[in-house]
């Protein structure tokens, strides 16, 4: 009961709508926890998915990465040794056992073969006298030929091994120099993708999980799908492959996978190779348990909060009314009633607010200060009230032309008036100002002891970019410099910061 009892004094209404209000207001604020409890658990559990992915997916790329880097390292060996003349004089037998070494043995290597410019193997991992072949035609040669990279190795496109009964398989290649520098064959390894599905399949990534192995043009190589349904398509599209294009690891949801399913995916760049691999988890898989948690801890709040909703939104309204309320008073203490425009106090706070906003964008903002010429004699002529209907009229006026939502008209002081142009240089303040002028002097209020005969209006302009170093009086002392000068130079007109703006009104209607 202290609660509520707190509650009406704050409220200063102790009515019982307001207490049950307040007790609407507690039942949504438990509301409000379990929603907040639900939102944390579900980013936890999404958090602790994105972990578990990219755990996988570091290890695979770690065993990938581990793999294909002992593959180079036999590449380069067998590059460095038929170099060597002397070991390419020995017997073909001890020739194809230093050449080779024990590259043949690496898991899931196949066979290793040199081939000559001309894409003719010369020397075979698997037989002492080379199997007949010519393979100019496969895009790992035709690379390797035409795009000289004497130190890179090259992974290949899918391809089914024609001396390994078609099975379906990867080169990884380096490309041989002549002593000139011109292309004089490769080094190639084959690798078979089945190997690479094994260890994508072994992966603890759920009945639903997909991992997958791309070059980083997005060309699939590998995914630990049965029969390899995707290798070798472009996937160059696939978010994955845009996400990876900054040349970060990273993780993503796909909310639309080739087979439908929402995945929690974590990608890694295989270190020091064109690869990405890519793993992810079902989200659905992912979050089954915590649905259901959340749907029994639901049905008991949703009892609760059915039973009082209608005197939620009851509070929710007084609310309302009462901020409604506030503002329009904080407005009424910002503005003058006389000519229904700012006041002092909120033009200073616009000031402040716009010099800020200008100082971080870096664009000019304007002020036109505004004075009625001879107004104190106009007073001492017609009396204080026919000024205060003079003063009226000339808001209206100021009004009339700064009609952007962020132009502040304002009341200065007495017979002083303020406009503050955002996002406003010279020549919108010299147009501001001629139509205010004008519009004044249309308004053909008499005024004998003035030369113009009728009240007329003087007005100072000046624009700043505003810096850090400026401040914002620096604004204020400029134009109020540019009325004086308007003052000076015979009322009735403008000037710009000590320079005359408006010579005559035609010059603004051309």
Not at 223 to 245: M, Y
Not at 376 to 397: C, M, P, S, T
């Amino acid at each position: 009961m202290w609660r509520i009892r707190w509650l009406l004094r704050r409220l200063e209404q102790p009515s019982p709508v307001l207490i049950w209000s307040a007790t609407a207001a507690g039942l949504l604020v438990q509301l409000a926890v379990f929603v907040g409890i639900a939102f944390d658990t579900y980013r936890s559990t999404l958090n602790s998915s994105f972990a578990v992915a990219d755990n996988i997916a570091a290890l695979i790329e770690q065993d990938i990465s581990r793999n294909i880097e002992l593959y180079d390292l036999s590449l380069q060996a067998v590059a460095a040794k038929i170099h060597d003349a002397e070991v390419m004089a020995l017997p073909a037998r001890v020739r194809l056992l230093a050449v080779f070494d024990r590259s043949t043995n690496a898991a899931g290597l196949g066979a290793m073969v040199v081939l000559d410019k001309n894409g003719s193997i010369v020397l075979d991992s698997l037989s002492e006298i080379p199997r007949a072949g010519n393979f100019s035609d496969r895009e790992y040669f035709k690379f390797q030929r035409d795009t000289p990279h004497p130190n890179g190795l090259y992974i290949s496109t899918p391809f089914q091994a024609r001396l390994q009964d078609g099975t379906w398989s990867i080169s990884v290649s380096r490309r041989l120099s002549a002593p000139d520098g011109s292309f004089a064959g490769i080094v190639s390894g084959t690798l078979k993708l089945d190997f690479l599905r094994e260890r994508l399949e072994s992966a603890a990534l759920g009945r639903r999980g997909a991992a997958t192995v791309f070059r980083d043009d997005g060309l699939v190589l590998v995914q630990n799908t049965p029969g390899n349904p995707n290798v070798g398509q472009d996937w160059s599209r696939a978010g994955v492959v845009k996400r990876s294009r900054g040349g970060q690891d990273g993780t993503f949801t796909s909310e639309g996978s080739i087979d439908g399913i929402a995945r929690l995916f974590s990608y890694k760049f295989v270190s020091g190779f064109p690869l990405i691999v890519a793993a992810g988890v079902s989200r659905d898989d992912v979050l089954e348990p915590w649905w259901f948690k959340i749907r029994l801890i639901a049905a008991v709040f949703m009892a609760m909060v059915i039973s009082v909703v209608v005197l939620v939104a009851m509070f929710n309204r007084e609310l309302r009314r009462r901020i409604t309320a506030e503002r329009g008073q904080a407005a009424l203490a910002r503005q003058d009633k006389l000519s229904q425009l700012a006041n002092r106090r909120g033009f200073d706070e616009a000031l402040s607010k716009d010099w800020r906003r200008a100082t971080r964008s870096q664009q000019p903002l304007t002020l036109v200060m505004i004075d009625v010429d001879h107004f104190k004699q106009f007073n001492d002529r017609y009396g204080h009230l026919e000024g205060d209907k003079v003063l009226a009229a000339i808001g209206a006026a100021i009004r009339g032309a700064a009609r952007r939502p962020s132009d502040v008209a304002a009341r200065y002081g007495g017979e002083e008036f303020a406009v503050l142009l955002p996002n406003t240089g010279a020549d919108g303040a010299m147009r501001v100002a001629e139509t205010i002028r004008a519009s004044v002097q249309a308004l053909a209020m008499p005024h004998e002891r003035s030369s113009h005969s009728v009240v007329t209006v003087s007005l100072g302009a000046a624009t700043v970019v505003p810096s850090k170093d400026m401040a914002e009086k620096t604004l204020v002392e400029n134009a109020d410099r540019a009325l004086y000068a308007a003052k000076a130079g015979g009322r009735n007109k403008a000037c710009f910061d000590n320079v005359a703006m408006i010579s005559d009104a035609a010059r603004f209607r051309a």
